[in-house]
């Protein structure tokens, strides 16, 4: 049962994450073409980061 819920906790994350990274982009791209680059590796390497956390964590 804990293994089952874990898997639900790390499936609810991943698209809380997956939402934020989708809608931080997309805004960036309208706003600033320029910096939309760097920005997003920046955002990519933080969301990689965390989910490595969460998965430690488990």
Known sequence: MAK????????????LLTGM???FVGSVMMK???K??????????AV?????G???MF
């Open 21 to 23: 990274m989708v809608g």
């Open 36 to 45: 939309w680059n760097r920005k997003s590796k920046r955002a990519l390497s």
């Open 32 to 34: 600033d073409n320029k």
């Open 54 to 56: 969460v998965k430690n």
């Open 4 to 15: 089952n819920t874990a898997n639900v906790i790390k499936g609810v994350g991943a698209g």
């Open 48 to 52: 990689e980061d965390l989910i490595e």
